[in-house]
Every structure is written in structure tokens, then in C-alpha cells.
T-cell receptor, first 116, second 113 residues
């Protein structure tokens, strides 16, 4: 069984504020993959990051950063100096072998609104 | 070219109609997926094709019939749908195997009347 929890349903921030989106996952496998996707109003899911369960190194990409902590089964996502274009629904997702890296189980998503 | 193209973008169909959704990618990906997303819900996996063979069917009703004619194309044939099947249907593709990300199309927004 696998489960992804995104407890924050909606978040609103004022432009230039930092915001952290929480993701807690549950799995019995020792090998698994975690993802973040962004879904703007246009509908497509935009890939942001992939992490495998053996790589706990945190990552920074421009204004985006991710904090992966196996001890708390969390994979949180921080946007620094938020912009209006960051407004979207953000999904955290989990995939376990052997079904394949992209048989994604998505969390319920967090709708982020950045107010100008 | 990191694009997955889905047609049509919008579709309205009656419960007795037969229609098809199309998905195309030219990234050389050999895994393709159909997801269904209801309003304000996360996407849910429907089907997975790996090397043009159906590898996963997540207990989807037979009124949804997938087809993968070649490595670049994925179709979803629809017949006798119900209003509750109205949703955004997302296609995705990826390299097969582990540690690879999926690229999604913009989806087909389907309304069944």
C-alpha cells in the first residue's frame, strides 16, 4: 500500500514571500521514488523534481528547493520569493517498483495562490 | 522536443457516442500512460503501455479501451460512457524503467451528456 498526504489544501501568500508545501508519504518498500509536479490552470502536469529513496541530498534549483527526510517520511517543497506565475496546484507523488517509476500515486495536491 | 500532444483539447459526447482520444510523443519514450483526473482531485492511473504492450490496467471499466498502435501514439477509445466519466484525461510518456520522469500532455477535457 502506498499513500501520499498533502495536508495543505490551499495556501495564499503575497508575492515575494517564501512558502513551503508539505508532503508526507507512506510506503513499505525500501526502494521508491518521490516526485513533485506543478499543474497550472492550462492542465498539463509539469515535472519539477524526482528523488529516489537512497538519495537524501536536498536540492536547490533557482527559487525552488526540496527537503527530503526519510526519518520523517517527508519530502517538502519550498518556493523562495514567490511570484504570481507560481500560482498553480502542486502535487507530490510516489512510485514504487516493480510496477515502474512512473506509475504515480499522487497526493491530493496543494493549491497555491500568489497575490500580487 | 519534450512535448506530449493530446487531441482534442475538449470533447462533449453523448452516452451513446463512440469517440477516441489521441496522444502523440516524439521523444522516443517506450512507456505511455493514461490518467484520469476529476475536478479538484489528483490524477489517477488508468493504463500503462510498455514497449507497445499493455502492462497495467487499473481495473478500468471496459467502456474505456486503450490502444497503442506504435511507439509514438496512444489512443483511448470511448464507448457508452456515463456522465460520471466526465473528467480531464491526461496522457504521459517516459523512458521505461526506474528513475525516470513522466512528461504529461495538456489533457482532453471530456464532458459526457
Amino acid at each position: 500500500a502506498q499513500k501520499v498526504t498533502q495536508a495543505q489544501t490551499e495556501i495564499s501568500v503575497v508575492e515575494k514571500e517564501d512558502v513551503t508545501l508539505d508532503c508526507v508519504y507512506e510506503t513499505r518498500d525500501t526502494t521508491y521514488y518521490l516526485f513533485w509536479y506543478k499543474q497550472p490552470p492550462s492542465g498539463e502536469l509539469v515535472f519539477l523534481i524526482r528523488r529516489n529513496s537512497f538519495d537524501e541530498q536536498n536540492e536547490i534549483s533557482g527559487r525552488y528547493s526540496w527537503n527530503f527526510q526519510k526519518s520523517t517520511s517527508s519530502f517538502n517543497f519550498t518556493i523562495t520569493a514567490s511570484q504570481v506565475v507560481d500560482s498553480a496546484v502542486y502535487f507530490c507523488a510516489l512510485s514504487e517498483p516493480p510496477t515502474g517509476a512512473n506509475n504515480l500515486f499522487f497526493g491530493t495536491g496543494t493549491r497555491l495562490t500568489v497575490i500580487p | 522536443d519534450t512535448e506530449v500532444t493530446q487531441t482534442p483539447k475538449h470533447l462533449v459526447m453523448g452516452m451513446t457516442n463512440k469517440k477516441s482520444l489521441k496522444c502523440e510523443q516524439h521523444m522516443g519514450h517506450r512507456a505511455m500512460y493514461w490518467y484520469k483526473q476529476k475536478a479538484k482531485k489528483p490524477p489517477e492511473l488508468m493504463f500503462v503501455y510498455s514497449y507497445e504492450k499493455l502492462s497495467i490496467n487499473e481495473s478500468v471499466p471496459s467502456r474505456f479501451s486503450p490502444e497503442c498502435p506504435n511507439s509514438s501514439l496512444l489512443n483511448l477509445h470511448l464507448h457508452a460512457l456515463q456522465p460520471e466519466d466526465s473528467a480531464l484525461y491526461l496522457c504521459a510518456s517516459s523512458r521505461p524503467g526506474m528513475n525516470t520522469e513522466a512528461f504529461f500532455g495538456q489533457g482532453t477535457r471530456l464532458t459526457v451528456v
